[in-house]
């Protein structure tokens, strides 16, 4: 008997412990969010961090991590690799063209983290090269992307097999972007 009260135990700690991992993984996704939307001094590195977040395993940030958040992490436009290297001007100016796209995007993944249409369980599973899991319940309308647009398709599947993000350029920089800061 006292081996399945361990048992149970040892259950009912991991679930906690993944419950509060999904609680603590949905705050710091909202703090990001947030400095994104009101714009406090920190949206950059916030970015950068949705793009980080991206790729550990949360594709719902398609749009705003890779789609902005790696644009301002490599801002090859001004010849650097790394948004620390730019001067203050040239990062002004990089945050300004990839608004208000980046608020908005920003506002809807908030929404949908409030209303648990988007609920981070706080588990990494191995099995899926241990990238965080979440539960996606929202609409299939709200799963399209807002900013990749298909410009390739395969000839005989009709696949996509290639995609154009519309906020930038054929040279991958943000349309619009001003080179005359460029040093």
Partial sequence: MSKNKSSTS????????SLDQGKSQTTKMLNLLTSVIDR???EAKSLMELYDLY?????????LGLGIGL?????????VLYFHKLNQEQKNELLNIAYPKAKELAEELRNWLINRELIL?????PA??????????????????????????????????????IMLDKNGNFIGESKTTKK
């Avoid at 790729?55 to 940030?61: E, H, I, R, T």
């Avoid at 644009?71 to 010849?79: A, D, E, Q, W």
């Avoid at 369980?121 to 599973?125: A, D, L, N």
């Fill in 10 to 17: 040892e259950l009912g700690e991991n679930l906690n412990h």
């Fill in 55 to 63: 790729c550990l395993g949360y594709s719902f940030l398609e749009d």
């Fill in 128 to 165: 899926d090269w241990n990238r965080w899991q979440f539960i996606d319940n929202r609409k299939e309308r709200d799963k399209e992307s807002r900013l990749w647009k298909a410009c390739g398709r395969d000839e005989k599947t009709n696949e996509v097999n290639q995609w154009r993000n």
């Fill in 121 to 125: 369980t706080g588990e990494r599973k």
């Fill in 40 to 42: 406090d001094g920190n």
């Fill in 71 to 79: 644009c301002i992490s490599v801002p090859t436009t001004y010849g």
